[in-house]
């Protein structure tokens, strides 16, 4: 029996007022007390995200199927030119992870 929650459309929403790249996507695994890392944000290591805008990925997530989690992003916001602010996070609240389901995150 497979313990991973499928096809879970994860979306990145900037409500701050600036750029920002998320460098950093976790959610919590209860039952392990501990977050797992998923690799989503390709070669750069980074996504960024315009004001206002939403970014979405789908992916299999291991360990929380139908089990309680809660997504953490680290994130720092452009200040201007090639500067970026210091690392920054945003969670969501505990909910049930179930397959084929769709969670947002607001970065703000």
Known sequence: MSDTAKNVT???HNATPDEIKVTKFEYYDY??????????????GFK????????????DLEHIKDDKTKFKVHWQKHIGGTS?????HS??????????????????
Do not use: M, P
């Open 10 to 12: 994860i979306k990145f």
């Open 91 to 108: 969670y969501t609240d505990d909910f049930t992870c179930h397959s084929d389901s769709s969670h947002t995150v607001d970065i703000a």
């Open 48 to 59: 960024k995200i315009e004001h206002g805008a939403t970014w979405s990925t789908t992916r």
């Open 31 to 44: 039952d392990a007390a501990t977050y797992r890392t998923e690799n989503l944000l390709g070669v750069d």
């Open 84 to 88: 970026w602010g210091s690392d920054q």
